[in-house]
T-cell receptor, first 115, second 112 residues
Framework: EAQVTQNPRYLITVTGKKLTVTCSQN?????MSWYRQDPGLGLRQIYY???????DKGDVPEGYKVSRKEKRNFPLILESPSPNQTSLYFC??????????????FGEGSRLTVL | GENVEQHPSTLSVQEGDSAVIKCTYS??????FPWYKQELGKGPQLIID?????GEKKDQRIAVTLNKTAKHFSLHITETQPEDSAVYFC???????????FGKGTTLSVSS
């Protein structure tokens, strides 16, 4: 089954404690991206990757890091989480047509609370 | 940068009625306009999309229209059913093609 898998689905942590949210896709997609979803703000892009070892900032990258060492995996790293990073996070992947993304396939989401 | 405005933020209809959600976008270079449905506790799923060389597209009870001159696109759901209740997001691609810019979402409630 084609899917994007995120872990953990739920996490409560404390300010400053490094954490990683993993994302894996089994569709051999070149493009992967992280979004955060906040009430009243919709979905905002954090980082994206056009292929292995090619990552770039989205609209709200502050406080986050990513890596793309393998095509299927795209972890999101919060080096020193703060309460304003409490949010619902989605990983997504897509085939590329030329340099353009197509249909985004989303994971089920990771709800993060930073105390 | 690209901005996508979506209205209304909430919409309540009776089962069998039609529902219309409207979006406007700012970047005239956008050429891909998908609509996503998000059910409670799940990730958004594509329900229909349209490209800028097409004015209208239908898939059973849902249709999308695009007016490139006015930078408007709309989602139309006919004969609504309770299972249509969800949050709907419109989106437009950015000029570089590296991101979808999403509207803030519309919560659709269909009562039987």
């Amino acid at each position: 089954e084609a899917q994007v898998t995120q872990n953990p689905r739920y996490l409560i942590t404390v300010t400053g404690k490094k954490l990683t949210v993993t994302c894996s896709q089994n569709m051999n997609h070149e493009y992967m991206s992280w979004y955060r979803q906040d009430p009243g703000l919709g979905l905002r892009q954090i980082y994206y990757s056009m292929n292995v070892e090619a990552t770039d900032k989205g609209d709200v990258p502050e406080g986050y890091k990513v890596s793309r060492k393998e095509k299927r995996n795209f972890p999101l790293i919060l080096e020193s989480p703060s309460p304003n990073q409490t949010s619902l996070y989605f990983c997504a992947s897509s085939r590329l047509t030329g340099t353009n993304t197509g249909e985004l396939f989303f994971g089920e989401g990771s709800r993060l609370t930073v105390l | 940068g690209e901005n996508v405005e979506q209205h209304p933020s909430t919409l309540s209809v009776q089962e069998g009625d039609s529902a219309v959600i409207k979006c406007t976008y700012s970047d005239s270079a956008s050429n891909y306009f998908p609509w996503y449905k998000q059910e409670l506790g799940k990730g958004p799923q594509l329900i229909i999309d349209i490209r800028s060389n097409v004015g209208e597209k239908k898939d059973q009870r849902i249709a999308v229209t695009l007016n490139k001159t006015a930078k408007h696109f709309s989602l139309h759901i006919t004969e609504t059913q309770p299972e249509d209740s969800a949050v709907y997001f419109c989106a437009a691609n950015n000029q570089a093609g590296t991101a979808l810019i999403f509207g803030k979402g519309t919560t659709l409630s269909v009562s039987s």
